[in-house]
């Protein structure tokens, strides 16, 4: 007969048996979640470009006035962001640099705020800081940081696939990280998705869009928030979590149901 330990071990292994599934629902639902804010691949499809924003001079302009003659990149999240958004532009700017990349010769920078309740002054701001950081001199005309109306948003938001969310607890908005290059004649052709970008990649897209080509997106998962709703945080590593929860579950029953078994031997 086992013993009182033994006996014990075999209580909590049953236990944790039990808990194993609550912790693979709980991965398969955060990991649903995340995937709802990822990009949707939309290669190949026209921007409304009739869609109106307003510039940081305060001229509303419909879209197609904010593209170049050539490739465009549209940067799409918001100028009071306290997280990536800032850092996304950062690290473009700099592989654009590297590249040896000149607006508006090479490319179209647009910056467009998803969030309705940004004014032309934050945009004016954010455009300031950008280009206090930039070397190239056609800056000031390549590039456009725009706010828009809730239905400009919403439309340009569906034609490139992005995915954003407003957190009510956070006042944030939780939404992929990535760069969406839009050919000549304002449709979609390409993805540069996550951070961490390489002058060769943001190069090849641009190479792309300018011939109006279509290019496939690497799938990658990034997302720009800080939350957990189950702890009151958000964070970037919660599938990680996750995964590693499910994982030390697993091993604690083995370990556990090995240890009642050895003392049962005994």
């Known amino acids: 007969m086992m013993g009182h330990c033994a006996i014990r071990y075999v209580m909590?292994?049953?236990v944790l048996a039990c808990?194993?599934?609550a912790w693979r629902a709980r991965y398969a639902d955060a990991k649903e979640a995340l995937q709802a804010l990822a990009f949707t691949p939309r290669q190949g499809t026209a921007l409304p470009l009739d869609t109106p924003f307003t510039d940081t001079s305060g001229q509303t302009r419909p879209l197609?006035?904010?593209?170049?003659h050539g490739a465009t990149i549209v940067s799409m999240g918001y100028y009071a962001c306290p997280n990536m958004c800032e850092l996304e532009r950062r690290?473009?700017?700099d592989a654009l640099a590297r590249g040896g990349l000149k607006t508006p010769a090479d490319y179209t920078l647009l910056v467009v705020s998803i969030d309705p309740a940004e004014t032309r002054i934050m945009a004016r701001q954010a455009l300031e800081e950008d280009l206090a950081r930039s070397a190239d001199p056609g800056a000031g005309q390549g590039w456009h940081f725009v706010t828009g109306a809730p239905a400009s948003i919403q439309r340009l938001s569906r034609a490139v696939g992005f995915h954003a969310r407003y957190d009510e607890k956070l006042h944030?908005?939780?939404h992929p990280m990535g760069l969406v290059f839009i050919t000549p004649a304002g449709i979609v052709s390409g993805y540069v998705l996550g951070i961490g970008y390489r002058p060769g990649d943001i190069r090849q897209a641009l190479s792309h869009a300018a011939r109006g080509e279509q290019a496939r997106a690497v799938p990658i998962l990034l997302l720009c928030f800080h939350y957990d709703e189950t702890t009151g945080r958000y964070t970037l590593?919660?599938?990680k979590l996750l995964k590693l929860g499910a994982g030390l579950t697993v091993?604690?029953?083995g370990t556990l149901l090995g240890m009642a078994h050895w003392r049962g031997q005994r």
Do not use: C, K, R
């Open 12 to 14: 909590l292994a049953i």
């Open 19 to 21: 808990i194993a599934p």
């Open 64 to 68: 197609g006035a904010f593209l170049g």
């Open 91 to 93: 690290d473009l700017l």
């Open 172 to 174: 944030q908005y939780l």
């Open 237 to 239: 590593a919660v599938e």
């Open 251 to 253: 091993l604690t029953l």
